[in-house]
């Protein structure tokens, strides 16, 4: 696999695979706090979901991503398409486009079918499989969640409903939060400002027990889309693997109208593909 293949499909998954497993977030801690710290973070989760819940649909035409891999940078186009289904489900498809706007990889992650595409146009291949965490692991042995690109695109660490052991600092409009991370031992600490009375999360990293960063998720130039308010700036760094994503949004439409077929993976499942299945339970 060439290197711009690896890339390619890299941000694809890291995009497309952890978009589709949310719920509602919680208002409620075990830690015991000053009732108004109670209610600042309450007004913070609340918000934080209702700009979730209003989101039916989410359409983004212009998105350019770069990738950063040790010293090598690459940078990309890509289009998204986002949608809460009449099941109950969600479902995602993102194209990385070539430099005469060709369609060079595909992602598509469909929660009302428990289903992952990733195909690689130019290669004729595509990864095929369950919709897991153990899929985007499979296929490059990265620890990542399924909820935490989710949570990414909206600006909002609290779609995995881990808000039951929560703690806040605040000094002026800046605010912390922290809690237990996923892994024993890990911290998650969460960062923003309050402003015109909408809640902005800045920055969202992951620490393990040795104090050392996992994973880091920053959010800026927040701007209001069908008076929604959201990020169109957002970087994804993961140390370990000395690489990070960073994507800026042009053109966004919310709400839209998206046919259910978009999310189909059945045309990227030609004769001339060679499909590799996905096995990680």
């Known amino acids: 696999m060439n290197r711009f293949s690896f890339r390619l499909h890299h941000v694809l998954a ?20 000053p009732p108004a710290d109670a209610e600042q973070l309450d007004f913070i989760l609340n918000t934080l979901q209702a700009r979730y819940a209003l989101t039916g649909s ?11 891999e040790g010293e090598r940078s690459e940078e990309l186009r890509e289009l998204l398409w986002y949608k809460k289904s009449a099941a109950g489900g969600e479902l995602l498809h993102i194209q990385a486009l070539g430099a005469f706007n060709e369609t060079r990889g595909v992602a598509i992650a469909n929660q009302d079918a428990n289903q992952f595409l990733l195909a690689l146009i130019n290669e004729q291949k595509a990864y095929v499989g369950e919709l897991s965490d153990g899929a985007l692991r499979e296929i490059f042995g990265v620890d990542l969640r399924v909820s935490d690109v989710l949570s990414a ?10 808000t039951d ?6 000094s002026g409009a800046k605010f912390v939060i922290t809690r237990p991370g996923v892994q024993e031992g890990d ?27 996992q994973q880091r998720a920053a959010f800026a130039d927040y701007r209001e889309v069908d008076g929604i308010l959201r990020p169109h700036n957002v970087e994804i760094e993961r140390p370990l693997e000395q ?18 077929s978009k999310f189909n993976l059945e045309p990227f499942l030609t004769e001339d593909i060679e499909i590799i299945p996905l096995t990680t339970p």
Request: charged share 25%; proline share 3%.
């Open 165 to 170: 052991t929560l703690t806040l600092e605040s």
């Open 243 to 260: 690489t990070r994503v960073t994507v800026k949004i042009a053109k966004v439409e919310m709400n839209v109208e998206i046919p259910n």
């Open 58 to 68: 989410l359409k983004i035409t212009k998105m350019m991503v770069t990738i950063e």
């Open 14 to 33: 890291l995009f497309c695979l952890l978009a589709v497993s949310a719920g509602c977030a919680g208002t409620t801690s075990n830690v015991q706090m």
């Open 153 to 162: 695109i909206f600006a909002n660490p609290f779609l995995d409903k881990r």
């Open 187 to 213: 911290v998650d600490t969460i960062t923003g400002f309050v402003r015109d009375e909408e809640p902005r999360v800045t920055e969202w990293r992951v620490h393990d027990k040795n104090g050392a960063l």
